[in-house]
């Protein structure tokens, strides 16, 4: 049985889960998300718990047994505290601003690139050099980042480009360094 998958969901309280005709729907101050079940699961909502269980056991049923527990459970998550990545510009002349649901970003090309920002998502700029995508929904928000971020990855010699937060670009040396 998928260690995952039976591992119950906790709902705190302002969040709202029903199951009905293979479909969960997820309520909170955030907003309102739905989600469609395999038949082969079986949602069970008690008091302020959501227990998935299998109709069988068969091996794909394990995977989406795990697979949709995390997908509950990320939209409670997201409903209740919402869900944002950060991404880093660096380099001489790069930077962002936001101007409504269009984010405007100078990296080195000779146009500016105008990024369009889906539904359900808010991007802010802190400053020049540090944009903020965040939303309700984690797989749009890591979905936005990742295009924002392959506008102008970065690379390896002088660390230009667009990097997340936490992530660690390994420096290399380059032509002058070897003797």
């Known amino acids: 049985m998928s260690r995952i998958g039976k591992a119950p969901i906790l709902i705190p309280a302002g969040v709202k ?3 009905k005709d293979n ?3 997820v309520e909170g101050p955030k907003g309102k998300l739905i989600q469609d079940i395999h038949q082969d699961i079986d949602v069970k909502i ?5 227990v998935l269980t299998r109709k069988n056991e068969d091996k ?3 995977a989406y ?3 949709y527990r995390t997908l509950i459970n990320n939209m409670v998550i997201g409903v ?3 869900f944002s990545k950060a991404l880093l510009i660096n380099g001489v002349g790069y930077r962002a601003e936001a101007k409504g649901s269009t984010l405007l970003l100078n990296l080195g ?3 500016q690139i105008e990024y369009m920002v889906a539904d359900g998502l808010t991007v ?3 400053g020049t050099n540090k944009v903020i995508v965040s939303g309700i929904d984690k797989q749009k928000v890591g979905q936005a980042s990742a295009e924002i971020r392959s506008l102008r990855p970065p690379e390896p010699y002088k660390g230009k480009g667009i990097r997340y937060e936490d992530e660690i670009v390994k420096r290399k040396i380059g032509k002058a360094g070897i003797k």
Do not use: I
């Open 17 to 19: 889960v029903s199951y």
């Open 23 to 25: 479909e969960v729907v």
């Open 46 to 50: 008690e008091d302020n718990l959501a």
């Open 60 to 62: 794909q049923t394990g």
């Open 65 to 67: 047994h795990g697979l």
């Open 80 to 82: 209740s505290t919402g």
């Open 109 to 111: 090309f000779s146009n």
């Open 124 to 126: 802010t700029c802190e």
